[in-house]
């Protein structure tokens, strides 16, 4: 599996999934959320409906992920997924790895061969940058390690921030 790390726009991107930093809801939000489901257009959001109205009656779950078709986007496929909340008391670290790693279970069960990510939990959740990016970190390698014939061969992780493009290279290039 091939990592690739940098800054720009993840509606942009041609993989076959994205993952979309959403709220348990699913009915839009604001930052990447809100950023996905204008460039999706709204059968995105008539999609996540339609998650609601049947499989996900009480909203996704903190640290699962669900998959919707991508619509508008470039890629095939919206990978949603609801990261801790640190200013709501959310701060199980183990929450936030589960966002990258049941995400990129889900890619592998659609067959998809490319995922970008944006810094889940970062931003208005609280999640410093160093902490998501060590838990991208472990979730990669954790999935790569359980999963040795997965169909993921590139995972993305696009930022929004050059700050941010900084720390998760410095984590990812550590030697360990």
Same mark, same amino acid.
């Given at each position: 599996?091939?990592?690739?790390?940098?800054?720009?726009?993840?509606?942009?991107?041609?993989?076959?999934?994205?993952?979309?930093?959403?709220?348990?809801?699913?009915?839009?939000? &604001?930052?990447?959320?809100? +950023?996905?489901?204008?460039?999706?257009?709204? %059968?995105? $959001?008539?999609?996540?409906?339609? /998650? @609601? #109205?049947?499989?996900?009656?009480?909203?996704?779950?903190?640290?699962?992920?669900?998959?919707?078709?991508?619509?508008?986007?470039?890629?095939?496929?919206?990978?949603?997924?609801?990261?801790?909340?640190?200013?709501? &008391?959310?701060?199980?670290? +183990?929450?936030?790895?589960?966002?990258?790693? %049941?995400? $990129?279970?889900?890619?592998?069960? /659609? @067959? #998809?061969?490319?995922?970008?990510?944006?810094?889940?939990?970062?931003?208005?959740?609280?999640?410093?940058?160093?902490?998501?990016?060590?838990?991208?970190?472990?979730?990669?390698?954790?999935?790569?390690?359980?999963?040795?014939?997965?169909?993921?061969?590139?995972?993305?992780?696009?930022?929004?921030?050059?700050?941010?493009?900084?720390?998760?290279?410095?984590?990812?290039?550590?030697?360990?």
């Amino acid at each position: 599996m091939r990592v690739r790390i940098l800054q720009g726009d993840i509606t942009a991107r041609s993989v076959d999934a994205v993952v979309n930093a959403a709220n348990s809801s699913l009915l839009g939000g &604001g930052g990447v959320d809100g +950023a996905i489901h204008r460039a999706a257009g709204p %059968e995105l $959001l008539a999609a996540c409906r339609e /998650l @609601r #109205a049947t499989s996900l009656p009480n909203g996704l779950p903190v640290g699962a992920a669900a998959a919707t078709p991508g619509f508008m986007l470039p890629s095939r496929r919206v990978i949603h997924t609801v990261g801790p909340n640190r200013h709501a &008391g959310q701060t199980n670290r +183990a929450l936030l790895v589960s966002c990258f790693s %049941e995400s $990129l279970r889900v890619a592998d069960s /659609l @067959r #998809a061969g490319s995922i970008a990510f944006p810094a889940v939990g970062g931003g208005v959740y609280g999640w410093h940058g160093r902490q998501v990016a060590e838990a991208a970190f472990d979730a990669v390698n954790g999935f790569t390690a359980s999963h040795p014939d997965s169909t993921v061969e590139l995972v993305e992780f696009v930022l929004f921030s050059p700050e941010m493009e900084e720390t998760f290279k410095a984590v990812f290039e550590q030697p360990r």
